[in-house]
């Protein structure tokens, strides 16, 4: 079994594009997202993309098949989405353990092929849990600031759920991104330490906040900085950042954790800003050649792509990551030394 820990000590490891940006392509029907099973389900299921592990599984099966010959190393599972507090919108709480396994023994599949065909390019899958679509630390209703949408608790267990069917389908590591809110990771993180002691093993954790917008801060307020700073008691693999903005913005944020940690540094931006019609125009070359910058900086472990981007991206941003040596990860003694 490869461990990754090693194989980031001998290259910089490429993540997987957009699984929502390519599924788009399918242009799925209300029918799609139904198969046989929901066809008489009660609540619209369009736009589920979760769903999809198991009424469309060939689909799921191919795009991860697409990122890996791309020249991925890591696949993300198709469960952005995954907790009962995100299935509620569709009223599926009920199946959200099947839903994760699903996507992962899907995933686990595809990346046991590819380790099989090319044992010296191992590939790994990353459960992928989103941030919710509720937030913990602030309040959603402008005139009651001191409201809550969801408690640090329910997030814990909800999280508790996925992070074992995940593990159970076949999951490697498991990646909580795209957060906005530090309280939600904090309760992810909370219940995979959990799962963790319960079962006595051992799961690498990559983590990756969302800077929002021009400030440099997440939507609760933090810089890049407080961000690393407020996890850092957890033993992760990786932290870095994922979506809201473009490599070439999504830069600094980087040199400003990358010099401050020991763990592994990721990213992976979206094809740039969307357009006026929420399109990521970005080209496959314009985005490897911002990432390039990078890599030529020394920021990065792990790279790989979020909104707008394709396996043509990914096979770019492999080609050019292959070139450059990995980040050294900082001894915290050289740190505190140069303070």
């Not at 490697?172 to 991104?177: F, T």
Request: proline share 4%.
């Amino acid at each position: 079994m490869a461990n990754i820990r090693e194989e980031l000590k001998k290259r910089i490891l490429v993540l997987d594009g957009a699984m929502g940006t390519m599924l788009q392509a399918y242009k799925f029907s209300e029918d799609d997202f139904r198969g046989e099973r929901f066809k008489d389900y009660a609540t619209p299921l369009q736009g589920n993309n979760d769903l999809l592990s198991i009424t469309q599984p060939e689909a799921i099966k191919t795009i991860h098949g697409k990122y890996f010959e791309a020249g991925a190393d890591i696949i993300e599972t198709n469960t952005f989405s995954g907790t009962t507090i995100a299935m509620a919108d569709y009223q599926m709480e009920d199946l959200v353990y099947e839903l994760n396994y699903q996507s992962a023994k899907i995933a686990k599949e595809v990346a046991d092929e590819f380790t099989a065909r090319e044992p010296h390019k191992p590939r790994f899958v990353a459960g992928s849990i989103g941030p919710t679509n509720r937030t913990a630390s602030m309040s959603p209703d402008v005139n009651d600031p001191g409201y809550r949408a969801v408690t640090f608790d329910e997030l814990r267990i909800a999280y508790k759920q996925q992070v074992e069917a995940l593990i159970d389908g076949g999951a490697d590591l498991l990646l909580v991104e795209t957060v906005f809110d530090t309280l939600n990771a904090k309760a992810a993180l909370f219940a995979i330490e959990e799962v963790k002691d319960e079962r006595n093993i051992e799961v690498p954790v990559m983590l990756s906040g969302t800077i929002t917008d021009a400030s440099g801060r997440t939507l609760s307020g933090q810089t890049a900085e407080a961000f690393l700073i407020s996890v850092s008691h957890i033993p992760l693999l990786s932290v870095g950042f994922n979506c809201a903005l473009g490599a070439n913005l999504l830069q600094p944020h980087l040199e400003a954790i990358a010099s401050k940690t020991e763990f592994a540094i990721s990213a992976h931006p979206n094809a740039g800003l969307p357009n006026a019609f929420g399109e990521y125009d970005e080209t496959p070359e314009e985005m490897g050649e911002q990432i390039e910058e990078y890599l030529k900086r020394d920021l990065i472990n792990i790279i790989g792509g979020c909104c707008g981007t394709s396996p043509e991206h990914i096979s770019v941003i492999a080609n050019i990551a292959a070139k450059y040596k990995p980040r050294q990860t900082v001894t915290l003694s050289a740190v505190e030394a140069s303070h």
